[in-house]
Every structure is written in structure tokens, then in C-alpha cells.
């Protein structure tokens, strides 16, 4: 098991003595127990890894992984309305509550890697889709990690179940 860790305040990505350039949210890092959903915030803490969501439109080479995953779809989407009962886990578009769409426009969701915050089970209103993302156009996340796409492709391979995000 091994951690890759995120270092907020030098705003780098570590793992196996490799240090890359990521963004974190707009907000900041925040202790996990005040996440709130929409804080912008990015949650202090050891997340482990649960699964890879791949665009395959967007994906040239599949990189061969030891962690689950699929292909991402036109209509999947990530439940962000804390009332719901599907809050903080994956739905289907279109869906009758607040859902952010995962098929996007810019290239930040052409690989995700869905982390365990606030999920087992999820909590009401303490934050959802935290995720390993691909740095896009903004200088900041909505309280996610990004990194650059071809960093997180050439890290996807070394990844397996058992290791975490420990953002810190």
C-alpha cells in the first residue's frame, strides 16, 4: 500500500519519489469534518482509490491498469443534491435532481479517479465528487486534485485498490 500524497501548500502531487505540479480547490484545503458541499474547499485527509472513469473518446492509448474501471457514457453524472438518496454516487442523465455531468466540454474529466471521500456512507451535505481529475482551463478545482492528463495517465499504471490519496 502506498499513498500518493498531496502536498497543499506546495501545491505538488507525490508518489514513489515523483513529484508533479496539481491544483486543489478554489477554497483551499479544509479539515474533512468541515467540508461542506459547493464550499469549494478541497478535504484534508486519506482517501482511498475506488475506481478509474475513462473518456474513451478523449482516451488515445488505454493504459493497463490494476484498478477497476470503466468507460465514461454521454449521460453519466455524479449526484451533488445532499436530500437526495444518491447523493455523492453516480447517476444516470438525465437525472431529476442536482447531478453534475461528468461528460464535459473541457478535458478535466477525460480521466477520473473517484476517491472515498464522504461515501461509506455518504453524509449529507459534507461534500461529494472528490476526485483525481486532469487539470483543465482554470487554475483551481471546485475541491478536487487535478494534475496534468498525461501525468495522470503515466500514473494510472502504478495504482492499484489498496493505495490512497492522502491530501495534506
Known sequence: MTDVVVDTIRNSLEYR??????LIGKAGPLAAEAKREGDGATPLGRWPIRTVLLRPD?????PAMAL???????DDGWCDD???AAYNRPVRHPYPRSAERLWRDDSAYDAIVVLGHNDDPP???LGSAIFLHCIAERPFTEGCVA??????????????????????
Not at 519519489?17 to 496539481?22: G, Q, R
Not at 478523449?58 to 488505454?62: F, G, K, N, V, W
Not at 477497476?68 to 454521454?74: A, F
Open 17 to 22: 519519489c515523483v513529484s508533479i505540479p496539481c
Open 58 to 62: 478523449r482516451i488515445a492509448e488505454l
Open 68 to 74: 477497476p474501471w470503466r468507460w465514461l457514457r454521454p
Open 82 to 84: 445532499s436530500r437526495d
Open 123 to 125: 453524509q449529507p451535505a
Open 147 to 168: 494534475i496534468a492528463k498525461s501525468d495522470l495517465l503515466v500514473l494510472l499504471p502504478s495504482l492499484t485498490s489498496q493505495d490512497a490519496v492522502y491530501i495534506r
